[in-house]
């Protein structure tokens, strides 16, 4: 019997996860990825003696049934001895360092008498006007944001930041971006502050980690896709996909600078939209391309720092709340694993956001350092400028999908129009438009793997079962 042929675009969490598991099931699979190495985000590349990741990145462990029967499936692909990791993030807030998530006893203590006064009579006045006003839809983050945790505390915590991180006013920024803080409202704040377990659906106190780097995970998965007689071939750029009436039949990528074509019974995608929707040949209606270039996706600098002392802090990732910052956040690879950096040196990773329009983009990498530098002088960790020993810097174009307002009207016809290619299915963060976690892009390229092999190259179904995990995820949950 005849292998199915399956082309798995990108090796990232997601395209690699369905690959592997598409092997599992005897299915003939090819994935292209455009990169020198797998990974996609979930990478790690090595900076002198460092060992670094795109982050960094870990996998969450989430106490469900699912996400264990996915990390009993993948645990061999972490290694000898892999690392359990309790969180370790904090926020760095009017000069000082607060845990996350949030206690509303460290920040009503931690700011002056008359601004914790403020946060409590806005958040009172919001409950009350919560409790009898009518219900009313919040459409922007900043609604959201107002109306569950008050103007003054809202503004400290959650929209100066915001409105650096994604490029635009809140105000401009859908309610559905609050999936990552729908749980954080004062009285989960105050149970947690007191022991009381809070609705923790947003966040997780695990991770998984291998040794080494999140690579190790993903290079294992592509050794095993290859140990079943498939391919994965790097350098490999898709350019075009050919279909017919049936759907895709051929799909056309470019790599060592020329032309090569893969026939094929159907295509997982894990492309950004736009992108993928480009690629198309015949091309599909115009509607659809217009409402795809309304998507848009935030681009990220990754700024690392090699420092001459063994450690900065204690924790993985230090949020920058303050509006003095342009950087977004900063992470010590070291306190993830200690194997990967020297024991007398540690390497900080500070995350810069921007559009690729924005001067910054195109900016010498020395600039770029020079404005991370200037922010961790100012962080309160008494960095000097001569302990720093080296600097890299590299960038990320599409890192994060931006939900604007009403980003639904294009994104649900874009998702409809590529899902009406009959043998086409798309996942991952940048394929479903979803800022969803590692684990959630593994979680679904075993998904759609296991789709393919019970239902066939069914799109409509599978776009059904996407819609309602993505709103799922939209609801915190």
Known sequence: MQRRKIVVLGAGPAGLSAAWRLSEHGMAVTVLERDSAVGGMGKTITVGPYAVDYGPHTFHVRETAESRAVIEAIKPFFGEDPLVLTRGTRV??????????????????????????????????????????????EHSFEEW?????????????????????????????????????????????????????????????????PRRGISLLYESMADAIRARDNCVLLNAAAVRLERASEGITRVVFRQDGREQTIECDGVVSTLPL?????MMQPPLPASVSAHAARLRYRSLKLIYIALKRPRLTDYHWVYLLDEQFTVNRMSEQKNVSADMIPSDRTMLCIELSCWRDDP?????????????????????????????????????????????????????????????????????RHGLFLNNSMDDNVLLGMKVADHIADNGLVSAAWLEQMLAFMNLRFQGK
């Not at 914790?116 to 009313?136: E, G, H, N, Q, W």
């Open 274 to 278: 736009p992108a993928l929707v480009s």
């Open 92 to 137: 760095l807030l009017r000069g000082k360092e607060y845990v996350y998530p949030l206690e509303m006893l460290q920040v009503l203590t931690g700011v002056s008498p008359l601004l914790a006064a403020r946060i409590m009579f806005d958040y009172l006045r919001a409950t009350l006007k919560s409790a009898f006003a009518p219900p009313t839809k």
């Open 360 to 428: 910054i983009w195109c900016a010498a990498d020395e600039d770029v350092y020079r404005i991370a530098l200037k922010d961790l002088l100012q962080m309160g960790y008494g960095v000097a400028e001569d302990e720093v020993e080296d600097y890299y810097v590299t960038a990320i174009p599409t890192a994060y999908p931006v939900y604007e307002l009403n980003f639904e009207d294009h994104l649900i016809p874009v998702l409809a129009g590529v899902h009406s290619v009959p043998n086409l299915l798309t996942l991952g």
């Open 145 to 209: 944001g107002v109306r569950n945790l008050g103007r003054t505390l809202y503004d400290l915590c959650f929209g100066i930041y915001s409105a650096r991180v994604w490029g635009l006013p809140t105000s401009q920024i859908s309610s559905k971006q609050a999936q990552r803080v729908a749980k954080l409202n004062l009285k989960n704040i105050i149970l947690r502050t007191f022991g009381i377990r809070a609705d923790p659906a947003t966040y997780f106190t695990k991770y998984m980690y």
